[in-house]
Structure formats: structure tokens, C-alpha cells
């Protein structure tokens, strides 16, 4: 179940996000009765994103895996497998914090305001889900993956909340941060700029994850590196503190214990960059963005050759052209 890949900051998942272990928290909870759907382990949420390693661009934005983002304007279609109508409009309530930075919106069906049931084999943007380990989501448009939707996976993930909930800071928290991956974001301490490599406790770390996880040393530090400097794939900010995307760390793995300047507290709201990346990823510049994103996409796509990046953008620029008709209309 371990992943492969080496951007991802502890993660237990696959082709795309977010997944932390008890070494940082909160993505990977205690809930061992909970089980992994036996497909999903063909495709854990974990990033992957290759890419050659261009200079380093620094944009008003946390972490943004760029060829999964959306179109700027969509309307991102949500529905739940379980859960009652109270809890469905609490996530959907939470998430709407999004729509306020975002030119984007977090739509529903017609008349159901509480939010649909998913249906199997619909390849509806968000499918939320009650069962499996953990809290997480596949960053952004990888949850459309026909993997994903031929199996009738979800894409998030709240463990064990259709039997309750925590706090209201703590479960809007929660929310925001896995709708921030829904969007496209990455954990923000993954953030090459907070320098955290060298205050880890290495060795605690390594037999950590070796006793939960199997993992041997060189997939441990591959998953809980900083993200390489990236910046075809990857556009960041400074290291931002505050951002909803940053778990809190705990002390007994960094070396100076809580005087490290990479223990973190967990955070509720969105930060200040939070809210700027947002606009960033989602511009509400309109149909002229639109138009200036597919040039440069179809540029893009005349260079690469095929893989994963290529059908990522493929993707993503299929998504703009249909926005661009919309607006249109």
C-alpha cells in the first residue's frame, strides 16, 4: 500500500494527494476498523507529477500542482456516497470559504441542496465518501481518472464522519484542506522554502515508518522530503505558516523538539496566501484568460512527448475549451 513516488510528504496514497502519517498529522487517522476499497490500491491519492527541473518561479500562490488544476470558472459537480443530508451541507457549507478567492464554484444538482448521491461510473468532479482510512483527496483533476470512476471510487475522504463529527474548527479546518487538493494544492510543508529537511530526527523518522508502514529508508525520505524545486510542475510561494494546507507537526520528530522552526500547529482557516493562491490558480479575469491558457496549453502539448504530464494537460485543456463555450452561451 506504500507509495512510490518521492513528492509527496508522507503519504499513504496514489496517483494523487493527500495522505499524512501520525508523524505529522491529520490525513492518516487512527481507524483501524476502516478498510481500503481493494481497487483503490491500484491508485492511492498520491502526488505525482514528472517534469524536467527548470529554475525555481516564485508566484503569490502556496503549493499548486499545475497540470491538475481546473478551468477557472467551472463549476466543480459534487455528490456523496453515505452520510446524512445535515453532514453533506456542513462539508458543502465549509467548502464554500473556497468560492470566495476562487473564480470557481462547488456546484450541485438542481433543487438538491444538501448535495446527490455519487452514481457509479459518473465521473462527477468531487465524490465524497465515509468508509475508508483517513482523510484525503486526489489533487484536483485527478479524480477523474478512469480508474477512479470505472471502479466507483470516491476522490475524498472522511474517515468514520457519518458516525460523527469533530469540533466546528477543527471539521472546517479539515474540509478546507481537502478541498484545497481538490483544487490542486499540495501540503504546504512540502514547501522547498521552509528548509525543513535538515531539522528532522532522521532516525526516529526511519524506524517510524519502517514498524507502520514496511517503507525502507529511501522510500521514507522520498515521501517526506521537500518537493524537489519544480517549477514546471510546482509554483510556490514562501513558506507560509498559516496555510490551511500545513499539518501540525509533532515534536518528538524534529530534533529541537518544539523550539524547531518546523513545528507547526494545526490551522482552521484559510491564510492570507491561502486566499491570494487561490485567485492565482483560479484568475476571475474571464473568457480573454480562458483563450490566453489554451494557446499556451496547446504550446505546451506540441513539445511534450506522452506520459502522464502530457495527458494531465491534455486533460486540462479539454476542461478550458468546454469553459470557454459556456461563457459563450
Same mark, same amino acid.
Given at each position: ?5 518521492r513528492q509527496?510528504w508522507l503519504?499513504?496514497t496514489?496517483?494523487c494527494?493527500?495522505?499524512s502519517? #501520525?508523524?505529522?498529522?491529520?490525513d492518516?487517522i487512527?481507524d483501524s476498523d476502516a478498510?481500503w476499497?481493494p ?6 491519492p498520491?502526488s505525482?507529477a ?5 529554475p525555481?518561479?516564485?508566484m503569490p500562490?502556496?503549493?499548486l500542482?499545475?497540470?491538475y488544476r ?5 463549476e ?5 456516497v @453515505?452520510?446524512d443530508?445535515q ?10 470559504? %473556497? ?12 433543487g ?9 461510473g459518473?465521473?462527477?468532479?468531487i465524490?465524497i465518501g ?10 484536483g483533476?485527478k479524480? +477523474? #481518472?478512469p480508474?477512479?470512476?470505472s ?9 468514520r %464522519?457519518?458516525y ?5 474548527a ?6 478546507? #484542506?481537502?478541498? @484545497? #487538493?481538490?483544487?490542486g494544492?499540495e501540503?504546504?510543508?512540502?514547501n522547498?522554502?521552509a528548509?525543513?529537511? *535538515?531539522?528532522?530526527? %532522521?532516525?526516529?523518522l526511519?524506524?517510524w515508518?519502517?514498524? +507502520?508502514?514496511g517503507w525502507e529508508?529511501?522510500r521514507?525520505?522520498e ?5 524537489l ?5 510546482f509554483? %510556490? *510561494?514562501?513558506?507560509?505558516?498559516e496555510?490551511?494546507?500545513?499539518y501540525?507537526?509533532h515534536p518528538s ?6 523550539s524547531s *522552526?518546523?513545528y ?5 482557516a484559510?491564510s ?18 480562458l ?21 494531465a494537460l491534455?486533460?486540462?485543456?479539454e ?6 463555450k459556456?461563457?459563450?452561451q
Amino acid at each position: 500500500m506504500p507509495p512510490t513516488n518521492r513528492q509527496t510528504w508522507l503519504a499513504l496514497t496514489t496517483a494523487c494527494c493527500a495522505f499524512s502519517g #501520525h508523524a505529522f498529522s491529520h490525513d492518516l487517522i487512527d481507524d483501524s476498523d476502516a478498510r481500503w476499497h481493494p481497487a483503490r490500491l491500484l491508485m492511492m491519492p498520491v502526488s505525482k507529477a514528472p517534469a524536467p527541473l527548470p529554475p525555481r518561479v516564485k508566484m503569490p500562490s502556496f503549493i499548486l500542482d499545475v497540470p491538475y488544476r481546473w478551468a477557472a470558472g467551472s463549476e466543480l459537480q459534487v455528490c456523496f456516497v @453515505g452520510g446524512d443530508m445535515q453532514l453533506r451541507k456542513r462539508i458543502l457549507q465549509a467548502a464554500s470559504e %473556497w468560492e470566495k478567492h476562487a473564480d470557481i464554484k462547488f456546484a450541485l444538482t438542481p433543487g438538491a441542496a444538501m448535495g446527490k448521491d455519487c452514481l457509479r461510473g459518473e465521473a462527477t468532479a468531487i465524490r465524497i465518501g465515509f468508509e475508508e482510512p483517513g482523510h484525503w483527496s486526489y489533487i484536483g483533476t485527478k479524480s +477523474q #481518472h478512469p480508474h477512479l470512476v470505472s471502479n466507483g471510487l470516491t476522490s475524498m475522504n472522511f474517515s468514520r %464522519w457519518n458516525y460523527g463529527t469533530p469540533d466546528n474548527a477543527e471539521f472546517e479546518g479539515i474540509v478546507l #484542506h481537502e478541498f @484545497g #487538493h481538490a483544487l490542486g494544492f499540495e501540503h504546504e510543508h512540502k514547501n522547498p522554502s521552509a528548509g525543513c529537511e *535538515s531539522q528532522y530526527d %532522521w532516525p526516529k523518522l526511519l524506524a517510524w515508518y519502517k514498524k +507502520q508502514y514496511g517503507w525502507e529508508e529511501t522510500r521514507t525520505r522520498e515521501n517526506v522530503a521537500p518537493l524537489l524545486l519544480n517549477s514546471r510542475t510546482f509554483k %510556490w *510561494s514562501d513558506f507560509d505558516p498559516e496555510s490551511i494546507m500545513i499539518y501540525k507537526t509533532h515534536p518528538s520528530f524534529l530534533l529541537n523538539k518544539e523550539s524547531s *522552526s518546523c513545528y507547526f500547529q494545526g490551522n482552521y482557516a484559510l491564510s492570507k496566501l491561502d486566499k491570494a493562491g487561490a485567485a492565482v490558480a483560479y484568475s476571475s479575469k474571464g473568457t480573454p484568460a480562458l483563450i490566453q491558457r489554451t494557446e499556451a496549453l496547446v504550446d505546451s502539448l506540441e513539445k511534450l512527448p506522452g506520459g502522464e504530464l502530457k495527458d494531465a494537460l491534455t486533460m486540462q485543456l479539454e476542461l478550458t475549451r468546454r469553459q470557454i463555450k459556456r461563457a459563450a452561451q
